[in-house]
């Protein structure tokens, strides 16, 4: 069985950086591209970041580029998403989920998601 | 970036009826759309990818359809753990995109 569990989570002030970490379990994880989408709350869900299988490349939406970053360590089978210079607008949910590209940059859908880890950005 | 316009944005509907969602994108996508389906507290799974391949595991009661930039999303006689949100996802342009979901509740 597929399983991704997300930690890290948590409050922290403007500014500040936040990691958070991706256990997955279940499935080959070299072999899968994966990727954080948030869903802020009572609002829909929005694709933050994906890696490769390999940790090769990586792909952001432009409201994240340079504060964000995705990484991944394939002897763990764990996905990373180190968040810097946070912004009250990042408040969110953040899932980890399996992303099955149909090619690049991070063009394909999720199709398998972990249970979410809130990160509230406040003073 | 493209748009992805869900309607209605909430509906109730009775056990044993017929649904439809609709998804409208901003531009063609070519059928490469994935449906999701949220419970309450939950988070997404899949349900249906490329416009109308169903997921493994998911109740054939579901389908989807469509082409170009109108798709649909069809529950065949709702049962009671259909009530979610559903949402749309486009993955034919950068950056991939959802729809703002649809919440479905019982009568």
């Known amino acids: 069985e597929v399983q991704l569990v997300e930690s890290g989570g948590g409050l922290v002030q403007p500014g500040r950086s936040m990691k958070l970490s991706c256990a997955a379990s279940g499935f080959t994880f070299n072999n899968y591209d994966m990727a954080w989408v948030c869903q802020a709350p009572k609002k829909g869900l929005e694709w933050v970041a994906t890696?490769?299988?390999?940790?090769?490349?990586?792909y952001y939406r432009d409201s994240v580029k340079g504060r964000f970053t995705i990484s991944r360590d394939n002897a763990k089978s764990t996905l990373y998403l180190q968040m810097d210079s946070l912004r009250s607008e990042d408040t969110a949910t953040y899932y980890c989920a399996r992303h099955l590209l149909l090619q690049w940059p991070a063009l394909g859908y999720f199709d398998y998601w972990g249970q979410g880890v809130m990160v509230t950005v406040s003073s | 970036d493209i748009q992805m316009t869900q309607s209605p944005a909430s509906l109730s509907a009775s056990l044993g009826e017929t649904v439809t969602i609709e998804c409208r994108a901003s531009?063609?996508?070519?059928?490469?759309l994935a449906w999701y389906q949220q419970k309450p507290g939950n988070s997404p799974q899949l349900l249906i990818y490329d416009a109308n391949s169903l997921a493994d595991g998911v109740p054939s009661r579901f389908s989807g359809s469509g082409s170009g930039t109108q798709y649909s999303l069809k529950i065949n006689s709702l049962q009671s753990e259909d009530v979610a949100s559903y949402f749309c996802q486009q993955y034919n342009n950068y950056p991939p995109t959802f729809g703002a979901g649809t919440k479905l509740e019982l009568k």
């Open positions: 890696i490769s299988y390999d940790g090769s490349s990586t």
């Open positions: 531009e063609d996508i070519y059928s490469n």
